[in-house]
């Protein structure tokens, strides 16, 4: 007596045949009748295995033939229970199969010509979303299906007229459209269209939610209001722009998405001439954040001459979208930043080179404590840039992008953590990703090396008391001081 090694699928394929997938389907069957027996499923499934190397051994079992052996075995063997929802459990996945080819299952015709005349009778009452009552439509929610999915026409019928069987089960008279879309959403996940699911989701925030923000938000209601479309925005932005692993990334922490909730907007413009008013605008409405340098840079000489004046103008400017930075020469430029430091805190950036004007559309933090497959993030930060900058150039107008086409377009990723064999790979990136090793002050020196590369820069936080660390640099570097 051979073994059994193959199966047919439903399709035609040729796969392994696997003892476990009839366990797995026997168990579950058992389970939804209060069977807990797990062994007696395994021994179940090895009495099916024996049936089909004692009946199939010149041809290849389909799937079809295993179920039905399944079931004659469970009848016999005295599990008359378990039969029964194993025969249901394989009806309803053959009702699913047929909705997902758009074939509408015999029980749904028949149920369907009670319904008409049910619904004839009874009146339901429908709160859209624009605050007007309708009453039930059932081509109207069709045809939203196939405008918001592009799911097929047969499919969009099946699922609607599950739907309103449901609602006159229910026996409500008043729906709201919110309902609806959830109960189509079940529909849709029910028979697998997890994609069209996505498309048709509804994005807003939980009553109960918003019941408290109501209760304990301390600022006013024109700030309340900004901080619920804020909210939207970001759940836009998880749900629509990126895809998702770089979302599921995102939320294992491997990496974090910057300003979610600004989605609409580059994330940072730097400049280094003076602030028009008349470009203001432009600055404020579609970035960010906007970091201005001042004649690009402060010399020893022109800093000894004013010395006063530059700090004073420095450590005074409080603006928290417009930050101002120095780049200085080090070591010369020590005295400078010693000074910034007895009045405040500051963030230090080494590199090689100096930034020139650039806009960055999307910044990504790395955290390389949290990162499980170092062969793949890279690649998911790759995507995240890609997805965000083909996002910002299908909604912006093009008077928008042709006012910022003056700067050149950047991404920027900062990493948290050490790892060299990341650091390494780093090197993949181009010229469009600066890229920022945060670390603390102390470990300086140790990322040296990585800054001959003139895309990378070390950064840290430093305040008074640790100037000790910026005296060790002897290396020439350009630092940029950034105002916290």
């Not at 390494?424 to 670390?439: A, P, Q, R, Y």
Request: with cysteine; glycine share 4%.
């Amino acid at each position: 007596m051979g073994k059994i090694k193959w199966v047919k699928k439903r399709d035609g394929r040729i796969v392994p045949f696997e003892k476990e997938k009839i366990t797995e389907a026997i168990f579950k069957a058992a389970k939804s009748v209060g069977g807990e027996n797990r062994y007696l499923a395994e021994d179940l499934a090895e009495a099916v295995t024996l049936y089909l190397e004692k009946n199939f051994q010149d041809k290849i079992p389909s799937v079809e033939e295993i179920q039905d052996i399944v079931e004659r075995v469970l009848i016999k063997t005295g599990h008359a229970k378990t039969a029964k929802a194993y025969i249901l459990y394989r009806q309803k996945r053959a009702n699913v199969r047929k909705v997902r080819e758009g074939i509408k299952p015999e029980e749904l015709i028949e149920r369907e010509r009670e319904r008409i005349n049910l619904i004839r009778d009874i009146k339901i009452s429908v709160k859209r979303s624009d605050d007007v009552l309708t009453e039930w439509n059932k081509e109207r929610i069709i045809e939203a299906l196939l405008r918001e999915t592009g799911i097929s026409r047969n499919i969009a019928e099946i699922i609607v007229s599950e739907v309103e069987e449901e609602v006159i089960t229910s026996k409500l008279k008043v729906l709201t459209s919110s309902i609806i879309r959830e109960l189509v959403n079940a529909k849709l996940i029910q028979y697998g269209f997890e994609e069209e699911r996505r498309k048709h989701a509804r994005l807003g925030i939980p009553l109960y939610d918003v019941s408290n923000f109501f209760k304990s938000f301390p600022g006013t209601p024109d700030e309340l209001s900004l901080k619920f479309g804020r909210h939207i925005k970001k759940e836009y932005a998880l749900s629509e722009v990126f895809s998702s692993d770089v979302v599921l990334s995102h939320f294992k922490g491997e990496i974090f998405l910057h300003s979610l909730e600004e989605i609409d907007k580059f994330f940072s413009v730097e400049i280094h001439s003076e602030l028009k008013e008349e470009e203001r605008k432009y600055f404020d409405n579609y970035c960010c954040f906007v970091i201005f340098k001042p004649d690009g840079s402060v010399s020893s000489e022109k800093f000894m001459k004013n010395k006063e004046e530059i700090v004073e103008a420095f450590t005074g400017f409080k603006n928290k979208n417009i930050q101002i930075s120095f780049d200085l020469p080090l070591p010369e430029g020590k005295e400078f930043i010693f000074e910034i430091l007895k009045k405040r805190p500051v963030e230090i950036e080494l590199g090689k080179e100096k930034e020139r004007e650039n806009l960055t559309i999307q910044k990504i933090t790395l955290n390389l404590e949290k990162v499980e497959n170092k062969e793949k993030v890279m690649d998911l930060v790759k995507k995240g840039f890609e997805e965000k900058e083909a996002f910002i150039d299908k909604i912006l107008r093009e008077d928008i992008k042709n006012f910022f086409k003056r700067f050149e377009r950047k991404f920027e990723l900062e990493v948290i953590g050490e790892d060299e064999e990341i650091f390494k790979k780093m090197g993949s990136f181009d010229g469009e990703v600066k890229i920022n090793l945060n670390t603390e002050i102390e470990n300086f020196q140790r990322y040296f090396p990585f800054l001959e590369n003139s895309n990378v820069k070390v950064k840290s936080r430093i305040e008074k008391g640790k100037e000790v660390f910026l005296k060790e640099i002897k290396d020439r570097f350009i630092a940029r001081v950034n105002l916290l």
